[in-house]
């Protein structure tokens, strides 16, 4: 098994084809005829993820505010909005469980404590390499207790 790296998105066919877990094969979602919202782009097609709602495992978190595509670092700064306080955190993308593009929902592995407790986001220091060292340390050791 290769070790957790957080800034790596772990299934790549979650993000490009809009797949739901149905058994031990993965079938495509198919778009409800009654939707009028976007179809799940397909494999390459480069993502916007901003303005998707984000879910922790025990409930909503807040929205993504931005989406990084740079070269080895992938990252959502999400906007927690009034759950706490107005803060805004940084999201490696190896945290990522699921992306329903259908209902644009980003599906996160942790649990709102988790996000709640991470670095705060600092828009000054975030390209910083001891800062993501900080936040990919954070969230990998919260992968590893579970």
């Known amino acids: 098994m290769q070790p957790f790296n957080p800034w790596a998105w772990r299934d790549p066919a979650a993000l490009a084809g809009g797949y739901d877990q149905t058994g031990p094969e993965k079938v495509p979602r198919q778009r409800p005829e009654h939707s009028d919202g976007p179809e799940a ?21 807040g929205s993504i505010d ?13 906007d927690t909005g009034p759950w706490i306080f107005g803060k805004k955190v940084l999201l490696p993308v ?29 828009p000054d220091d975030f390209d910083r390499p001891d800062y993501r060292e900080r936040v990919g340390g954070y969230y990998a050791e919260s992968y590893r207790q579970g």
């Open 66 to 78: 931005e989406a990084s595509e740079e070269a080895g670092v992938h990252y959502l700064v999400v």
């Open 94 to 122: 190896g945290t990522v469980a699921r992306v329903d593009h259908l209902d644009r929902v980003v599906h996160v592995d942790r649990t709102r404590d988790q996000v709640k407790e991470s670095p705060a986001f600092d």
């Open 41 to 61: 782009p397909g494999p390459g097609t480069p993502l916007d993820l901003t303005g998707y709602r984000v879910e922790a495992i025990d409930g909503r978190i």
